[in-house]
């Protein structure tokens, strides 16, 4: 793949598993089925698009700035939106990068704007001669790919929610709450795409352009994805019950905190009352010429006190 270049990939298929490599200065050949692979946020991909006979209308499809994964016919060819997972160094997983595919009467023209894997590990196999041998095999083995690389991402999440469960158990803190709400966000972001990506291969499975072994090969794709949106799913509900179970941890606690000082409260009302009410400056308090009269206080707010702890216990309220 050319960094540099607009055209990320020109290769013509042998029909053998390699291919024959063209620039972008070369016109396409009608007579050889060939993949192009572009950068659709460059200028010249359109006008090289325009001067390569491609319909207008699989031009603006090929360079729309936002797509959905779908698979509808278009100029006589099939236009295919996919997602891929972002396996770029510091990059999220779940920030999918589109492909947009368009598979016409005489190969393929992809577009796309940020480097997918799954797109260099093909064409790393026609370089080393083990790749598709039609168009038609090159799109089954481009969904295949893509398929493929979400599993470990998934798995990933599934990993990092049994993690949290396993915090949860040993000890539950405040920081699992954003913890586990980030992976539910990934979750619902993943499933945004896959869901419609699974009907779109649903829909490629269907199209007459493939063969039997490409009908096979997206079928094990489709029931991969299908399992990986219900895997997907269960990390998600795991992922909400793991939150209910932080906040209702917390919130035990923070009801614990309030009953103790609750029963503290009701424990030093009357003692408070009582020395509130022998704090006053007036005359003719009792005790004020005894010499004991402090210790006999003392010792009667000790008996209220010890008298309230028994209520309470009686109340079972303690």
Known sequence: MDNNSWLKIGCY?????GGTTFGPEERLKSDQCYWAHLDYTHPQTVSWMEANGVPGRVIEALTAAETRPRAIEVAGGLLVYLRGVNLQPGARPEDMIALRLWLGPH???STQKRTLVSVQTVEAALKAGEGAMSATQLVAALVDE???LMEDVIENLETEVETCAEQLDASPTASLTSQLGLLRRRAITLRRYLTPQREALVKLQSDRLFSDSDVIQIREATDRLLRLVEDLDAA?????LLQEEVFAVQNEAINDRMYLLAIISALFLPLGFL?????????????????RAFW????GMSVIALGVVIWMRKRRWL
Do not use: S, Y
Not at 13 to 17: C, N, R, V, Y
Not at 236 to 240: C, G, L, P, V
């Open 13 to 17: 298929l042998d029909g053998e598993g």
């Open 107 to 109: 190969g393929v023209i």
């Open 146 to 148: 893509l398929t493929w």
């Open 236 to 240: 998600r509900e795991h992922a909400t």
């Open 275 to 291: 020395t509130g009410l022998f704090g006053i400056n007036v005359g003719g308090l009792p005790g004020l010429e005894n010499d």
């Open 296 to 299: 006999w206080f003392c010792g």
